[in-house]
């Protein structure tokens, strides 16, 4: 199970927390929630690779609201989404 890590300042995760992003895991649905640094890359690239392990031929979804961050983290998502056989479709918000 993966859990939402809470960034210096924020209010600490829940168990509703981690249930809500299992669900979205099990529906292949990445969440880009916080600035790209390593941890959040290393997420985020984790869950891309479980996603393509499991299914390789089903679309990724990856919802991105963040307001930016390290360039190096970015393009280790970037690497790895291209580096997986799945199609990954991508929504920016906010």
Known sequence: MT???A???DTPPT???DQL???L?????VLL???VDEVSANRVCSQLLVLSAEDPRTDISLYINSPGGSVYA????YDTMRLIPNDVSTLAMG
């Open 33 to 35: 929630g916080t600035q």
């Open 15 to 17: 168990r509703f927390d």
């Open 74 to 77: 970015g393009l280790a998502i």
């Open 21 to 23: 992003a299992a669900q």
């Open 7 to 9: 960034e210096e300042g």
């Open 3 to 5: 859990s939402i890590r």
């Open 25 to 29: 895991l099990a529906q292949r649905i």
